[in-house]
């Protein structure tokens, strides 16, 4: 082989390396954030069908244990860069509050459903970007991602 | 050694669609190693470590087979083994899929009347359930879960 043959290789290897290179960053970068984005929504789905079950089925204190995990999964989500967020879960978790403060009410504990409902209040608030949502209407978000969590499972 | 002018140019091609490719795989994993550690460092290390855990939890208990027999009770015991290595917080998701798979599989040896061996299963969802703080567990309710994982198993679930 000789230098010249050896040159033209060498060059073309690079040039090909460096083509992959260009294409595979932006297909890789997509992708990834794809699958982060998706992998959270379904966490958060997932996890929102089993609180409204245990809602309609479980006692307080097992219904309580899983809409705090999913507050405590959507909180975790929420930090992730919008990016990686199919959609802000601020709606999601101003339902998830909700649903809790409708919980604590149940099982008579004042003071528990006040708090939740208020940072249901707030978080719902900052989606609507205006007044703050009465508690009817935060029962009525509960209620309708229960309709919506139903269809979905027919 | 010279190559003929057709060889070479093919020589020449063939390394270049070869470091392409080699370029263009290296690049899409780093780039999803990236992704990831800037994924996982906005939260922290235990955080990050649990919503994946929870993720691929929950994405291998969701793989449905068609209801048969065969293909519920094999989906019980790979729960069974899931549950026993699962994060607390899944493991009363798992149980809600553990009572699932019982109620469809009552729903089967019922349809196969074998009545003895479907009272059993439906005993076992509602213990399943009860464990999982459901106050009652009616018949309605069971058929319900069977009706939906049967209809379940039919759609792709996000991964």
């Known amino acids: 082989m000789s230098r010249s043959e050896l040159i033209i290789g060498f060059y073309s290897s690079l040039l090909g390396l460096l083509v992959g290179l260009a294409v595979g960053v932006p297909v890789g970068k997509a992708r990834a954030e794809r699958l982060f984005s998706q992998r959270s929504e379904a966490v958060a789905q997932e996890l929102a069908a089993f609180t409204a079950t245990?809602?309609?089925?479980?006692?307080?204190?097992?219904?309580?244990?899983?809409?705090?995990?999913?507050?405590?999964?959507?909180?975790?989500?929420?930090?992730?860069?919008?990016?990686?967020?199919?959609?802000?879960p601020q709606s999601a978790l101003a339902a998830a509050y909700a649903r809790l403060g409708m919980i604590e009410e149940s099982a008579g504990n004042a003071p528990a459903a006040e708090t939740a409902f208020?940072?249901?209040?707030?978080?719902?608030?900052?989606?609507?970007?205006?007044?703050?949502?009465?508690?009817?209407?935060l029962r009525g978000l509960v209620r309708h991602q229960d309709e919506m969590l139903v269809k979905v499972g027919e | 050694m010279r190559f003929p002018s057709l060889s070479r140019g093919v020589h020449v091609a063939l390394l270049f669609v070869c470091h392409f490719?080699?370029?263009?795989?290296?690049?899409?994993?780093?780039?999803?190693?990236?992704?990831?550690?800037?994924?996982?460092?906005?939260?922290?290390?235990?955080?990050?470590?649990?919503?994946?855990?929870?993720?691929?939890?929950?994405?291998?208990?969701?793989?449905?087979?068609?209801a048969t027999t065969g293909a519920v009770q094999r989906e019980l015991s790979q729960l069974r083994t899931l549950r026993r290595g699962a994060l607390p917080e899944a493991q009363p998701i798992l149980d809600m899929r553990l009572a699932t798979a019982h109620a469809t599989l009552a729903s089967l040896y019922q349809n196969a009347n074998d009545p003895v061996a479907a009272a059993a299963e439906r005993e076992a969802a509602r213990s399943t359930l009860r464990g999982i703080g459901w106050k009652t567990v009616s018949e309605a309710t069971l058929d319900e879960l069977a009706t939906r994982r049967q209809a379940s198993a039919g759609v792709k679930q996000p991964r």
């Open chain 1, 54 to 88: 245990q809602f309609r089925h479980a006692d307080a204190a097992h219904a309580r244990a899983a809409v705090e995990l999913e507050i405590q999964t959507l909180s975790q989500i929420d930090r992730l860069p919008a990016k990686y967020q199919p959609a802000p």
């Open chain 1, 118 to 137: 208020q940072r249901a209040r707030s978080l719902q608030g900052q989606v609507d970007h205006g007044s703050p949502p009465t508690d009817e209407q």
């Open chain 2, 21 to 66: 490719f080699l370029g263009a795989i290296v690049a899409v994993w780093a780039t999803y190693q990236y992704e990831q550690s800037h994924w996982l460092a906005s939260l922290s290390r235990e955080q990050g470590r649990q919503l994946l855990s929870l993720r691929e939890t929950l994405l291998v208990s969701q793989t449905l087979r068609p």
